[in-house]
């Protein structure tokens, strides 16, 4: 990873925008040259997985990151990564990636439903907390532009990530109120909260949609899909392969050495404070002595 991405750190500004509406918008996120690769691996994928059943609807297909060297260029792309680090800091792996494909709706697939959600399913009904913990973000690649309505866009609530229930329409059709559809050129980048309530949208234009999403967590979070890519760890370097899961041992994802985590051995070289306190404004240092050893082996 080279210095330069820190030109792309998380501001001030961005991270007020973040923690106030949920989401983050970065355009001109990926170089023109990886955005051709990228579609060519989108529309290989889309070849191969899209049944004559399917066709006019979403092909929605996981565990992509092991497709190919544009994948994995995508892992620390410099314009994004440093603000996902800039979030949740830097005890973080992808956790979970896929690839949307919306072409333009058919007329066997008019009954097109929202389906309002906060992402990670059953941890928003086994956390008890109000609001929920972040844990984890996701950010979306368009490489096709979705700047106007209609495009199958994501639809977003901005500032609902801080709620645990948002008021949706049963109609199947309706959106809550202070809906709006994400408008964005190919080629930028959204950085999404988990619990920002959003929603897939239809497409009845003559573009097809096709967005990469890339989902990041702390590392003792589980794994979403099967996460395919032992086969490509010898050949990355230390931060890729913490990226993609590599851990000494399994519980250096929650006590991790600096073999576990070598982003963090990077940003102590390179970005210091990002190295040193949470996202939350909390060292990451060990507690003192003192109070070492409390909840020690709570569950």
Partial sequence: ???????????????????????????????????????????????????????????????????????????????????????????????????????????????????????????????????????????????????????????????????NEIDVPQDGVSNPAGTIPLCVPAGSALLLDRRLWHSRSANSSEFTRKVIWYGYSYRWLRAKDEMTVSHLLPNLDPIRRQILGASTSANGTYDPRDADVPLKTWLQEHDPEAATPSPHGRSQSRPPAMVRGQNLGRN
């Fill in 1 to 163: 990873m080279h210095p330069s991405c820190l030109a792309h750190r998380l501001t001030a500004e961005e991270r007020t925008s973040f923690e106030t509406h949920g989401y983050l918008i970065v355009e001109n996120a990926i170089p023109p040259d990886l955005l051709q690769r990228l579609l060519a691996v989108a529309d290989r994928v889309d070849s191969r997985e899209r049944t004559p059943a399917m066709a006019g609807k979403l092909l929605s297909k996981a565990n992509v990151v092991q497709e190919g060297d544009a994948m994995v260029d995508l892992l620390d792309l410099p314009t994004v990564f440093p603000k996902v680090w800039g979030i949740l800091g830097w005890n973080i792996y992808l956790y979970h990636s896929h690839l949307d494909v919306t072409p333009r709706e058919n007329a066997s697939a008019q009954n097109w439903s929202v389906a309002w959600h906060q992402d990670s399913m059953r941890v928003n009904d086994e956390i008890e907390s109000n609001p929920r913990p972040r844990l984890s973000l996701k950010v979306g690649y368009y490489l096709t532009d979705v700047s106007e309505p209609n495009r199958g866009n994501t639809l977003l609530v901005p500032g609902t990530h801080l709620q």
